[in-house]
């Protein structure tokens, strides 16, 4: 009789209490995990678009007398744009049309902005890439 008055929780009782709360914990931190890297490639690709943005601002401020504008090149980058992404895990490349269709005196600019390996590596397998298209006048 004695025992059938006794409150409480039995061991088995709290046993299945903290397994309980250890599959709740382990898929809060399994989600911490998560909402890192996701952060992590957001400030990446932030970065990135403000160092692209960076260089559409510089070209849309230059003359059109730059040699690189009145010629068509694939992967190049002009020494006058390299020092924005200097000192930076990424690269700038710009493709360039000119006389974009069938406009005179028009080149088609595509710049991106690319992630290094040692970027990638934080990120995974994921290259980080962000291309920006303007049109410039030359002369």
Same mark, same amino acid.
Request: hydrophobic share 50%.
């Given at each position: 009789? /004695?025992?059938?008055? !006794?409150k409480?929780?039995s061991?088995?009782e709290?046993?299945?209490a *903290?397994t309980?709360?250890?599959v709740g @914990?382990?898929a809060?931190a399994?989600l ?7 952060n992590?490639?957001a400030?990446a ?12 601002e510089?070209i ?7 040699p690189? /504008?009145r010629?068509? !090149?694939?992967d190049s980058t002009?020494a006058?744009?390299?020092?924005? *992404?200097?000192?930076?895990p990424?690269? @700038?490349f710009?493709n ?13 600019i595509e710049?991106?902005v690319?992630s ?24």
């Open positions: 009789m /004695l025992l059938a008055n !006794q409480g929780f061991l088995i709290m046993l299945a *903290v309980v709360l250890a @914990l382990l809060l399994g911490q995990v998560t909402a890192m890297r996701t992590t490639h400030a690709i932030t970065e990135a678009t403000a160092l692209a943005q960076a260089a559409v510089r849309q401020a230059m003359d059109g007398d730059r690189w /504008l010629t068509t !090149q694939v002009p006058e744009l390299a020092d924005i *992404v200097a000192g930076t990424y690269e @700038l710009l360039t049309t000119v006389d974009f269709n069938g406009v005179d005196n028009i080149t088609r710049l991106t690319e290094l390996a040692a970027l990638q590596k934080v990120h995974g397998a994921s290259k980080q890439t962000v291309t920006l298209t303007l049109l410039k006048r030359y002369f």
